[in-house]
């Protein structure tokens, strides 16, 4: 790694540290306890695990260049300059070991938000060469091809035509003027293609237009999870382009939590500008039209199950009550887990963490906390509503020999559909 790198690093630190990250180093009382609410501290308890101490080399960079006490110690060699072998060193911590979760932040008693301090993080691990390889991947496929997982518009369009043929139901692509333009991500394409159909059926039956994009169908943005503003810019504007090319009302994020944060939240930011349309949740959006009396269901789900609250939807999203009030339509005997809702535990895997294969053993570790959950509930049946954390939830399931199915929330509500006599279904 050439001093050059290193440098650049340095200096992307520096041009992160804002007045919110001044103010959360300045205010930390050293408590612990983010350690207690990180399932990677958690279930390996090392000192070295706690959130805060995954920010040390930022923080150092911060006191040395913009505090008084900061200087002095340098000045008297107290205070050793960040090396490269530190953010080499820093590289398993702040990516396999940090999910983006957001649950530290919670529950911080002086409010310092350290899922946004590590998101600033990487974006200096980025520009010093520390990020991992697998994001490293992920993002140039994304950048390139249009998809992190490498799937390309011909793979979408073979399996639109299959759902077409086999349901009978119209998939547009392009339509402009439509009320929804329908996001994907690569997980839903290559393992859940049944998303797809069961949107396609919601929609047709309420009978709303909307429409895939031919330029634009991948929604997961990996510059969030590397941390490139650069990467994340560049991937929501595509989707923006799009949107407002066709000019829709709104965009569907799909079942993915990065996707959603990047779309909902940091997208505007991104671009520098106020969207021309309304960004939405697919869960959002099918509770309103429950809301509407668009989307009514029969039957129920016999199984007693629980629901896994995505950290990117539901904490740092908001999106709390939406899924229960799908859920109750369709469930009998839905239970919730002991800490839900906001305060849920993180599957293991967001955040990159799924990307990284050198962080297969670290995320198997962190679902132990999910699994004492489970146990305690002994539900039948576990439903979420994002494909990251299912992909991560069924591999743990496997893995700890848990024989407790995993289903997508979109999903289950189209098995259950009424057919509606004024809509176009």
């Not at 805060?52 to 006490?69: D, F, G, H, N, S």
């Not at 060699?77 to 649950?103: F, H, I, M």
């Amino acid at each position: 790694m050439s001093t050059l790198t290193l440098e650049r690093g340095i200096n992307a630190f520096k041009a992160q540290i804002d007045a919110p990250m001044a103010s959360f180093f300045s205010s930390c009382v050293s408590c612990g306890m983010c350690a207690e609410a990180c399932l990677f501290y958690t279930e390996n308890p090392e000192p070295r695990f706690t959130p805060i101490y995954k920010l040390e080399p930022l923080r150092r960079v911060w006191e040395q260049e913009y505090t008084l006490i900061g200087k002095l110690k340098a000045k008297l060699g107290l205070s050793k300059p960040v090396t490269d072998a530190e953010l080499a060193e820093w590289q398993e911590l702040v990516y396999n070991n940090c999910s983006l979760c957001g649950r530290c932040t919670l529950i911080c008693p002086v409010g310092n938000d350290i899922t946004y301090m590590i998101r600033k993080m990487r974006e200096g691990m980025v520009a010093s060469g520390h990020a991992p390889e697998g994001l490293i991947g992920a993002s140039t496929r994304a950048v390139q091809i249009g998809s992190p997982m490498g799937v390309k518009l011909p793979a979408l369009q073979a399996q639109v035509r299959h759902l077409e043929k086999s349901s009978g139901l119209e998939v547009p692509f392009d339509k402009e003027g439509a009320e929804y333009l329908l996001m994907l991500s690569s997980m839903e394409i290559m393992n859940y293609p049944e998303y797809l159909g069961a949107v396609a059926k919601i929609l047709t039956n309420a009978g709303k237009t909307w429409t895939l994009s031919s330029e634009c169908f991948e929604a997961t943005n990996s510059g969030i999870q590397i941390g490139s503003s650069d990467i994340a810019r560049e991937l929501v504007s595509r989707v923006v382009a799009a949107a407002e090319k066709l000019k829709v009302k709104t965009v569907i994020s799909p079942e993915c939590g990065h996707a959603y944060t990047a779309l909902r939240w940091d997208g505007p930011n991104l671009i520098g500008r106020p969207y021309t349309f309304a960004a939405k949740h697919i869960v959002e959006v099918l509770d309103e039209l429950r809301a509407e009396g668009l989307l009514q269901t029969e039957g129920f789900e016999e199984s007693k199950l629980t629901f896994h609250d995505p950290c990117q939807l539901v904490r740092r999203g908001g999106v709390v009550e939406q899924p229960r009030n799908l859920l109750n339509m369709v469930a009998k005997n839905f239970v919730e887990m002991a800490d839900h809702g906001t305060l849920n535990w993180c599957c293991g895997a967001g955040g990159g963490v799924s990307a990284n294969e050198d962080a297969e053993e670290v995320k198997m570790k962190a679902f132990q906390r999910k699994k004492k959950q489970l146990d305690e509930l002994h539900v039948d049946t576990l439903v979420t509503a994002c494909a990251n954390c299912r992909i991560q939830l069924e591999e743990g399931m496997e893995v700890n020999q848990m024989d407790i199915p995993v289903l997508g929330l979109t999903e289950m509500i189209a098995e259950h559909l009424v057919e509606r006599k004024g809509g176009a279904a």
